[in-house]
T-cell receptor
Framework: AQTVTQSQPEMSVQEAETVTLSCTYDTSESDYYLFWYKQPPSRQMILVIRQEAYKQQNATENRFSVNFQKAAKSFSLKISDSQLGDAAMYFCAYRTPRTGSNYQLIWGAGTKLIIKP | GAGVSQSPSNKVTEKGKDVELRCDPISGHTALYWYRQSLGQGLEFLIYFQGNSAPDKSGLPSDRFSAERTGGSVSTLTIQRTQQEDSAVYLC????????????FGQGTRLTVV
């Protein structure tokens, strides 16, 4: 069964600095999606960045980038120039490929990111 | 609509009562998903719909849970005879299609069973 592990329950970073959140996963599939979602106190999950496993190039979205290491099954999120609005829970998620009827996202336990002003 | 809308935002209910949670997905999205998030934890997948059909109900925690979707739009998650362990945030998401990579989430319903 696929699993997603986030080993950092909480991280803190000084405003304007860079922080990296870790995520590892376990799967026997070769094709899949990986996501980072942000959940602020409003509770709404907001997609930060996504990566298709077949793409070797790391995804980037403005200040957010990933380090995707397929062989190591690692998918870390780097946030550059941290801002106060980045404070939230961050969840790593894996999406099963289109097999059978299983389309669910599998989630890590989350990392709480604290931004220090 | 502009985004996924869930109601109520918060619900407090007495143990043993039935509750109904509603999800209004983004217009045109054929796929809809329900998740449960317990305090301080990640999301637990409950069920998904393709149109009005839910092919796999094995993620529902017990037979007290049921879900339906009508008109390919609004979905309701019903919990009968609520228990304290049902207390959680219930999140709904929708996507353009089942194999669309991105799901858009609502703000969830916080259910508290007292």
């Amino acid at each position: 069964a696929q699993t997603v592990t986030q080993s950092q329950p909480e991280m803190s970073v000084q405003e304007a600095e860079t922080v990296t959140l870790s995520c590892t996963y376990d799967t026997s599939e070769s094709d899949y999606y990986l996501f980072w979602y942000k959940q602020p106190p409003s509770r709404q999950m907001i997609l930060v960045i996504r990566q298709e496993a077949y793409k070797q190039q790391n995804a980037t979205e403005n200040r957010f980038s990933v380090n995707f290491q397929k062989a190591a099954k690692s998918f870390s999120l780097k946030i550059s120039d941290s801002q106060l609005g980045d404070a939230a829970m961050y969840f790593c998620a894996y999406r099963t490929p289109r097999t059978g009827s299983n389309y669910q996202l599998i989630w890590g336990a989350g990392t709480k990111l604290i931004i220090k002003p | 609509g502009a985004g996924v809308s869930q109601s109520p935002s918060n619900k407090v209910t007495e143990k043993g009562k039935d509750v109904e949670l509603r999800c209004d997905p983004i217009s045109g999205h054929t796929a809809l998903y329900w998740y449960r998030q317990s305090l301080g934890q990640g999301l637990e997948f409950l069920i998904y719909f393709q149109g009005n059909s839910a092919p796999d109900k094995s993620g529902l925690p017990s037979d007290r849970f049921s879900a339906e979707r009508t008109g390919g739009s609004v979905s309701t998650l019903t919990i009968q005879r609520t228990q304290q362990e049902d207390s959680a945030v219930y999140l709904c998401a929708s996507s353009l299609a089942l194999d669309s990579g991105e799901a858009f989430f609502g703000q969830g319903t916080r259910l508290t069973v007292v």
